[in-house]
């Protein structure tokens, strides 16, 4: 039987995300720490434990089928593989920083400057498309210092709070991208033998993702109501209507978009809604 194997980081600021991700998925899988590899019990699936930088080329190369990686490993490294999916987890942005109490104040001021990195390739191509040309150190860790010691005038590392680069007295003065983890796929096993099992998996995927959007809502209102409420509420499609004992009220049970909860909540207060209850959605499959 066809087995597909993913690579996940072993130990880093994906991990918890990725494996709680894949739970959410309804994968089953025994406790990975110290091993290089868990078997799913519920779905034919191998998930390999590496370090980030090696899932590249792992999937590239078909020794997994499948990774999970930040999204800045793609744009750094460019390899040959298939994104699959945004997983809307890891954000974090590549950021041009400079001393805080420098005089830079803009791009334009870094022009033969040199940059301290973990991302040369991505930094030097941000600056060559913009047409200041700069000069490139490349760090592997603990970029943040490298003007303190000397070494660079400015650095591009990644942020997400923005914390270290305050703790550090840096000053962000412009983003090269945003990154996010993303589920990338070998060419050949997207059409190979294991096309539909990697379906399957990505619709389960999918499922979590979509989930992560809504919201299920109930809300206690009057049958009168529901004309304003559906101009409020563009999901209101088909809603689920329970009748209450008291004459004319109603329970109404809905999916809402999150980004636009509050505001929606607001004017439903408006429209004689008396109670709302929001509830967590685990899955949306369609
Ligand atoms: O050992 P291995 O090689 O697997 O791990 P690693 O040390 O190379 O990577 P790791 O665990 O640090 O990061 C893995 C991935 O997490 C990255 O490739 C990004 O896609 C994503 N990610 C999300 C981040 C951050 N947020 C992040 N903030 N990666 C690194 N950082 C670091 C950044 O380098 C800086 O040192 O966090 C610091 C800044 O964070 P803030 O919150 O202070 O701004
Ligand atoms: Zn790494």
């Known amino acids: 039987m066809e087995v597909i194997k993913l ?4 130990e880093g ?4 995300e990725t494996l709680d991700f894949l739970r959410k998925s309804g994968l089953e899988f025994g406790n990975y720490k110290q091993k290089l590899f868990s078997i799913c019990h519920n779905f034919p699936l191998e998930i390999l434990y590496v370090r980030d930088d090696d899932i590249p080329d792992y999937v590239a190369s078909g020794t997994v089928d499948l990774g999970i990686l930040g999204q800045n490993l793609l744009y750094e490294e460019r390899p040959k593989v298939k994104k699959l999916l945004n997983l ?4 974090c942005s590549l950021t041009v920083a400079v001393p805080k109490e420098s005089n830079y104040k803009n791009l334009e001021d ?4 040199t940059i301290a990195t973990t991302y040369p390739k991505s930094t ?21 210092i490298a003007p303190t010691l000397g070494i660079s005038e400015s650095i591009a590392d990644l942020t997400s709070t923005g914390s270290t680069l305050a703790l550090n007295e840096l000053r962000p003065i412009a983003k090269i991208y945003d990154s996010e983890a993303v589920l990338i796929a070998n060419k ?7 096309k539909t099992l990697i379906e399957n998996l990505v619709i389960r995927f999918k499922g979590v993702l979509s ?8 809300m206690e209102t009057t049958d009168k109501a529901i004309p304003r409420l559906r101009k409020i509420t563009p999901e209101l499609k088909s809603p689920i209507i ?6 004319g009220r109603i329970l109404i049970q809905t999916l809402l978009k999150e980004d636009s909860l509050w505001k929606i909540i607001e004017k439903l207060k408006e429209t004689g809604v008396f109670k709302i209850i929001v509830l967590p959605v685990e899955k949306i499959v369609t």
């Open 188 to 194: 050949k096993s997207i059409t190979g033998n294991k």
């Open 124 to 144: 030097l191509k941000f600056f060559k498309k913009i047409g200041i040309p700069i000069k490139i150190v490349r760090i592997s860790g603990s970029v943040e």
């Open 242 to 247: 329970f009748p209450l004992e008291k004459a």
């Open 110 to 113: 870094l022009k033969g400057k």
């Open 7 to 10: 690579a996940i980081q072993k």
């Open 13 to 16: 600021r994906l991990t918890d």
């Open 211 to 218: 989930a992560k959007n809504y919201k299920y809502v109930i």
């Open 88 to 91: 809307r987890f890891g954000f």
